[in-house]
C-alpha cells in the first residue's frame, strides 16, 4: 500500500518564504506530485517530481528526495491567494496518485 | 470549454435511494478517475478506469459501480446511499494510465448529501 504524511497547518505572513514536506511510502515509486485546492475548488495541479532534485516553476519549487522518500513545497513571495490546501501525491506501482491528507496553509497580511 | 466536466454540482437525497453523477472530459485522454473528498478533506481514490481495465479500490462498497459508455465518459451509480456516502466527489482524467507527468485534470467536483 501507500501512505504520505504531511504537515496539517502552515501559517506564514504574506512575502515570506514556506516549506511544506512530505514523506511518503510506497511499494513501487514513479513520481511525487504536488496539487493546490482552494476551498470549494478542485485540485489543480503544481509540479511533479520523477527523480531526485529540485523544480523550478515561477514562485513555486518542488523538491524530491528519493532515498529519503521525501519531498517539499516550497513556496516563495507568498501572497494572501496562496492560502489553499495543498497536496502531495505519490504515484507507486499501480500509476494511481494516491493522495496525503493536505496541508492547510494560512497566508497572514 | 471545460476540460472535465460533472453533473450535477449538487445533490441532495435521502437514504436508501441510487443516484448518479456523470463525468465527460473533452482532453482526449485515455484514463478516467473517480475521488472521494470527506469533510476532512482527505481525498480516495475510488476508481481508475482506461479503455483496458478497471482498477477498484478494495475498500470502496460494491455499492458504487463506475460506468463508462466510451472513453470520454465515467460515470459514477451509488446505490443504497447512506449517510456515510455524503461527500465532495472528484471525477479526473490524465493522459494515459502510465502517466509520466503525475498531473490530473480534475472536475469542479459534485457535492452529495445523504439525509
Known amino acids: 500500500g501507500q501512505s504520505l504524511e504531511q504537515p496539517s497547518e502552515v501559517t506564514a505572513v504574506e512575502g515570506a518564504i514556506v516549506q511544506i514536506n512530505c514523506t511518503y511510502q510506497t511499494s513501487g515509486f514513479y513520481g511525487l506530485s504536488w496539487y493546490q485546492q482552494h476551498d470549494g475548488g478542485a485540485p489543480t495541479f503544481l509540479s511533479y517530481?520523477?527523480?531526485?532534485g529540485l523544480e523550478e516553476t515561477g514562485r513555486f519549487s518542488s523538491f524530491l528526495s528519493r532515498s529519503d522518500s521525501y519531498g517539499y513545497l516550497l513556496l516563495q513571495e507568498l501572497q494572501m491567494k496562496d492560502s489553499a490546501s495543498y497536496f502531495c501525491?505519490?504515484?507507486?506501482?499501480?500509476?494511481?496518485?494516491?493522495f496525503g491528507r493536505g496541508t492547510s496553509l494560512i497566508v497572514h497580511p | 470549454d471545460t476540460a472535465v466536466s460533472q453533473t450535477p454540482k449538487y445533490l441532495v437525497t435521502q437514504m436508501g435511494n441510487d443516484k448518479s453523477i456523470k463525468c465527460e472530459q473533452n482532453l482526449g485522454h485515455d484514463t478516467m478517475y473517480w475521488y472521494k473528498q470527506d469533510s476532512k478533506k482527505f481525498l480516495k481514490i475510488m476508481f481508475s478506469?482506461?479503455?483496458?481495465?478497471?482498477?477498484i479500490n478494495e475498500t470502496v462498497p460494491n455499492r458504487f459501480s463506475p460506468k463508462s459508455p466510451d472513453k470520454a465518459h465515467l460515470n459514477l451509480h451509488i446505490n443504497s446511499l447512506e449517510l456515510g456516502d455524503s461527500a465532495v466527489y472528484f471525477c479526473?482524467?490524465?493522459?494515459?494510465?502510465?502517466?509520466?507527468?503525475?498531473?490530473?485534470?480534475f472536475g469542479e467536483g459534485s457535492r452529495l448529501t445523504v439525509l
Open positions: 517530481n520523477a527523480l531526485d
Open positions: 478506469y482506461n479503455n483496458k481495465e478497471l482498477i
Open positions: 501525491a505519490v504515484s507507486g506501482g499501480s500509476y494511481i496518485p494516491t
Open positions: 479526473a482524467s490524465s493522459p494515459y494510465s502510465g502517466t509520466n507527468t503525475g498531473e490530473l485534470f
